[in-house]
């Protein structure tokens, strides 16, 4: 069973940047989907293994940077310019689908993290 822990959000003010972590057991394509209150989970980032090709969803392309160290087992979300429209709960997701492709919906994963949340204030 695929394990993902997630850390990193918080309470930052608008422009600010922040760094997610997700530690995961195994070697998989990786993905971060994020859900604000109301609101389907959107997708943000993913990341092929092992050679890492990445892609981005619109809201976020240009600010957010998805990488991993294949090492430690480790993808990361850095957020750079944050929005108050950012605000949402943001989930790390492994599928075990070929590893070379990058996926972009939620039913293509088949294990997700607990979610951490990140506020962005104005």
């Known amino acids: 069973q695929v394990q993902l822990v997630e850390s990193g959000g918080g309470l930052v003010q608008a422009g600010d940047s922040l760094r997610l972590s997700c530690a995961v057991s195994?070697?998989?394509?990786m993905g971060w989907f994020r859900q604000a209150p109301g609101k389907a989970r959107e997708f943000v980032a993913t990341?092929?293994?092992?050679?890492?090709?990445?892609y981005y969803g619109d809201s976020v392309k240009g600010r957010f940077t998805i990488s991993r160290d294949n090492a430690e087992n480790t993808v990361y979300l850095q957020m750079n310019s944050l929005k108050p429209e950012d605000t949402a709960v943001y989930y790390c997701?492994?599928?075990?689908?070929?590893?070379?492709?990058?996926?972009?919906?939620?039913?293509?994963?088949?294990?997700w993290g607990q979610g951490t949340q990140v506020t962005v204030s104005s």
């Open positions: 195994g070697r998989y394509a």
């Open positions: 990341i092929t293994w092992p050679g890492g090709t990445t």
């Open positions: 997701a492994a599928t075990t689908r070929p590893g070379n492709y990058y996926y972009t919906r939620t039913g293509d994963y088949n294990s």
